[in-house]
Structure formats: structure tokens, C-alpha cells
């Protein structure tokens, strides 16, 4: 008989999920604070944050900051997704905390040329 495995991160345990993508407001601006590993997996997350930023684009002039400090990898799929926040908001979004490997990808397929990479 097999023991269950035991729960990566227990409730109450504080640790931080390998991944998220949440959507705040600050100072009259948006801010998507990306964590973990930004790719495929977390996709689907993504695509809500670019529908819940287009519903406040709707209603007005926004304008979008990606907090990435916290980024510990990313793939296509978080070049997608700023591609995708880059052409729904009215302002260019910017992109903050960028750690060196998410510069070096921004720069190196040109995404630094549509979003400005802050700080």
C-alpha cells in the first residue's frame, strides 16, 4: 500500500505558488505582478488578466505595468502575453524589475522595441 504524497505547499505553510499572474491597480495605473515560471502553464491565467485589462481599457484610459521582479523564467507564452496587453491598452506598457534573462529575452526578440523596460 502507497502513502499519499504529502501536499507541496500545506495551507498555512507560506509558500509561494510556482507560479501566478495577479492583476492590481496602483497610483492610477494597472499592475500585472507576475512570479515564478512564465510559460504554458500558466496560460490560462494569463488570457484572464489580458480580458480583465481590456474590460478596464473599455472603460477608459489605463495604462499597464508588468511588475516582473519576481520572474523566475519565461517562455513564449509570456512574450505572447505582453504582445497581447501591448495592443489592448491605449499607453505602452511598461515592464519593471525585469531580472537579466527576461531583459536578455525582451531584447533579444525585439519585444523591448513595443513595451519599455523600466528599472
Do not use: I
Amino acid at each position: 500500500m502507497t502513502q499519499p504524497e504529502p501536499d507541496p505547499a500545506p495551507l498555512g505553510s507560506g509558500a509561494a505558488p510556482l507560479a501566478d499572474a495577479r492583476l492590481d491597480e496602483h497610483d492610477g495605473r494597472l499592475v500585472v505582478v507576475l512570479t515564478g515560471e512564465v510559460d504554458a502553464a500558466l496560460s490560462g491565467t494569463l488570457a484572464q488578466v489580458v480580458a480583465a485589462v481590456e474590460q478596464r481599457a473599455a472603460a477608459g484610459d489605463v495604462a499597464v505595468d508588468v511588475d516582473a521582479g519576481a520572474v523566475t523564467f519565461m517562455d513564449s507564452s509570456g512574450l505572447r502575453f505582453l504582445a497581447r496587453l501591448s495592443t489592448r491598452t491605449p499607453h505602452r506598457v511598461r515592464v519593471l524589475h525585469a531580472p537579466e534573462a527576461v531583459r536578455f529575452l525582451l531584447q533579444a526578440t525585439r519585444m523591448a522595441d513595443v513595451v519599455d523596460v523600466v528599472g
